[in-house]
């Protein structure tokens, strides 16, 4: 019996030592070498200043900028995660109704029915950085109206809006989405 708790006692380590640090310290190191900008999270810097991460969404209130998303969790990706409203909750429904009305109002949308789920939704994770082309088109008429842009800039935009619109992933994972950060940071090109 003792010989067996002392065979199971060197396993467990063993197996600790190989699963628990060996492995993990390989698979970092492989991954620092061959896709250094993915395993240090992806961030975007602008003039040398980290500005965020292509893989975490952020919040945009400004009527100059493209607005991310709905979340639940106020874009803070430490607890993320969705708002477990059923969807009886009278709490979700009015979120929905105060979304949908502000939403509309602030795009000049005179049908609220074209307006996408996402803007209106907050995703499970809280921290989505993509929306949809259409969710993107919905908001061109604001951003010109708040940036002052004439019909040459309205178009620019239009046209960096097609431009930036990622694919899905090998052609049939997802849908066409766009990361409202790398779109926001185009759009204080256009003058």
Not at 24 to 38: C, K, T, V, W, Y
Not at 45 to 56: A, E, M, R, T
Request: with cysteine.
């Amino acid at each position: 019996m003792k010989k067996k708790i002392l065979t199971t006692i060197k396993l467990f380590l063993i197996l600790t030592l190989l699963v628990g640090i060996i492995y993990p310290l390989f698979i970092s190191a492989i991954s620092m070498l061959f896709f250094s900008h993915q395993a240090d999270g992806s961030m975007i810097s602008l003039d040398g200043k980290i500005v965020g991460s292509k893989l975490i969404g952020q919040k945009f209130t400004s009527g100059k900028y493209f607005w991310s998303r709905p979340s639940a969790i106020d874009y803070n990706p430490f607890p993320s995660g969705a708002s477990n409203l059923a969807p009886t909750s009278a709490k979700l429904k009015q979120l929905y109704v105060n979304r949908k009305e502000n939403f509309a109002k602030s795009n000049f949308i005179k049908n609220s029915s074209l307006i996408p789920n996402e803007m209106l939704f907050a995703s499970g994770s809280g921290v989505d950085p993509h929306i949809t082309p259409a969710s993107a088109f919905l908001q061109v008429d604001r951003i010109c109206n708040s940036r002052n842009f004439n019909t040459t800039q309205k178009e620019e935009l239009i046209k960096l809006i097609t431009r930036i619109i990622e694919n899905p992933q090998i052609g049939f994972f997802g849908e066409s989405r766009i990361n409202v950060l790398m779109l926001n940071m185009e759009l204080d090109k256009i003058k």
